[in-house]
């Protein structure tokens, strides 16, 4: 199960592959600003550079190939080429009930069953304390 912002980087990056831009500048991220949109790609700045064109002719040729998709209920550009993306209430619930039906809840499954130590750092009370006390701790070594 992807997440819910690697899902939409697929499908924004596929968005700027069609323009024959690279994949990896569809990175979409929770918006920083929740008024004007639930996701933000901030691709077509980067885009711009590689393909020698403005920042926001690139984004509205990005919004315009995701407003064609289902999934998006808003596509808007922001700024010199900010694209805000808002998904649909059904694609959201469709993701959601995804991941309540995974027996993991849609957490991936990394260390494949390996042990992890944990050692919990702890000076010496009986002793004045100071900063080398905390050496131990930070590298992790005694």
Known sequence: MTSLTDRLSQITGAAFAALELSPTLGTVAVSNRPDLSQFQCNGAMAAAKQA??????IA????????SDPIFADVSLA????LNLTVTDEWLAQHVDALRSDPRLGVPDLGHGATVVLDYGGPN??????VGHLRASIIGDS
Not at 52 to 57: A, F, N, Q, T, V
Not at 60 to 67: I, S
Not at 125 to 130: E, G, L, N, S, Y
């Open 60 to 67: 509205q040729a990005v919004a315009e190939r995701l407003k």
């Open 125 to 130: 009370i009986a002793k004045p304390m100071h």
């Open 79 to 82: 700024g010199p080429g900010f």
């Open 52 to 57: 020698r064109r403005p920042p926001r002719e």
